[in-house]
């Protein structure tokens, strides 16, 4: 940027959940700015600084920055010898071959994330006044203040544009240029057509499924229950109930505890209720005892929830405080370096390189470092206690 450029003020107006920080640029923008820039030089790369914000977001998101998410399975979806991937799992309602996407069958282009045909945009080169478009009413308010440069147009706007008139296309023929905007997709599905909206499940800065750091629970679909006839909860709670109801006469409120924790007892000893196993490198979910493929053998299928942890999008973890702190401090350790490389180094004017900065960047390193460790009251977004003990 020039150092007499002015942004507005607008730019700057910012709060923890509308941040003006939407990118790596925006970003190392503020970086910059924090270490004295425009009125200083910083001796740092720009691929300098996208690095450190990278290094910066694999730490947050290492420890922190992700949601919590309940999955729907479906036991016919899991790959017996192999497991589930979770990854894909997300998606797998809006595809109409629930196997073939959940066995990472990508052979087919029909799940490609992205469009084969881009959509067609013009880009303003030249700046055209707005006078320019007063005759044509479809666009007179659209277009009230003119086209700027660097402006996108859709096709549409573009061609009503040009065939408004012919001296009209004469004169600004050679104000635009054609270029292409690839739109993001889930299955080969363009979800900026037809009212479709983003998926919250896909990375669109990555152009990946959004990742899980862990599975914390899985609930197995039942029948069973006090609210369902001929089972022994069912049975159990009308002996309860009727114990009172009847002057203290069958059932006690004791012996259902007993004989609730003999049945999870019995689940664990006879592995009625499946155990679990997951690894997020390869997004593999295991389930111990394995359903059976199709329901074969035990002739039957089951629904469950998982319940797990999953990264944020990049576009939400670079806005997170901790995030533009540890990449500043990353920086001063580059810029420390760089300048300690010419400690003693006699400048114009008299003055010399001041090598500090390394020293600033690795203790401001270390403090973030232990604030995302030991999470709450630090800003590694650890969730709230749920009791206390004392």
Not at 294 to 318: H, M, S, T, W
Request: hydrophobic share 40%; proline share 3%.
């Amino acid at each position: 940027m020039a150092r007499c450029d002015i942004t507005p003020i607008s730019a700057f107006q910012s709060t923890n959940l509308s941040s003006k920080i939407t990118s790596f640029d925006r970003l190392s923008d503020r970086i910059l700015r924090s270490l004295g820039y425009p009125s200083i030089n910083v001796e740092v790369h720009r691929d300098q600084l996208y690095e450190n914000i990278s290094i910066a977001a694999e730490m947050f998101t290492k420890f922190a920055g992700y949601t919590r998410e309940y999955l729907i399975f479906n036991s016919n979806l899991y790959t017996f010898n192999y497991g589930l991937k979770l990854d894909a799992l997300f998606t797998a309602k809006t595809c109409d071959t629930f196997q073939k996407q959940i066995q990472n069958n990508t052979d087919n282009p029909a799940y490609s994330r992205t469009v084969d045909n881009p959509t067609t945009v013009w880009i303003v080169n030249s700046a055209v006044p707005a006078t320019y478009f007063t005759g044509i009413s479809a666009l007179s308010a659209t277009l009230s203040a003119g086209a700027v440069v660097n402006e996108i147009f859709s096709d549409v706007i573009y061609q009503t544009i040009i065939n408004s008139s012919t001296a009209l296309s004469t004169a600004i023929s050679g104000c635009w240029t054609q270029s292409f905007q690839r739109s993001f997709t889930q299955l080969g599905t363009d979800i900026g057509a037809n009212g479709a909206s983003y998926v919250n499940s896909f990375d669109y800065d990555i152009m990946d499924y959004r990742k899980v750091i862990a599975v914390v629970d899985f609930e197995e679909g039942s029948t069973t229950g006090i609210n369902t006839l001929f089972t022994i909860e069912q049975t159990l709670a009308q002996q309860t109930y009727f114990s009172y109801a009847m002057g203290n006469y069958g059932f006690d409120l004791i012996s259902w505890y007993v004989l609730k924790d003999w049945l999870k007892m019995r689940d664990k000893l006879l592995a009625v209720t499946p155990s679990f196993d997951f690894d997020d490198r390869t997004q593999l979910f295991r389930l111990y005892p394995q359903p059976q493929a199709n329901g074969a053998d035990l002739g039957q299928q089951y629904f469950g929830v998982i319940q797990c942890y999953v990264e944020r999008p990049l576009k939400d973890v670079i806005k997170e405080q901790w995030v533009y702190q540890y990449a500043l401090a990353l920086t001063k350790i580059v810029l420390g370096r760089i300048r300690g490389k010419y400690a003693g180094t006699t400048l114009f004017g008299g003055g010399t390189v001041n090598a500090d900065m390394l020293a600033e960047g690795l203790a401001e390193k270390e403090k973030l470092e232990t604030k995302l460790y030991e999470g709450a009251p630090g800003m590694g977004d650890a969730e709230p206690p749920q009791f206390f003990i004392g």
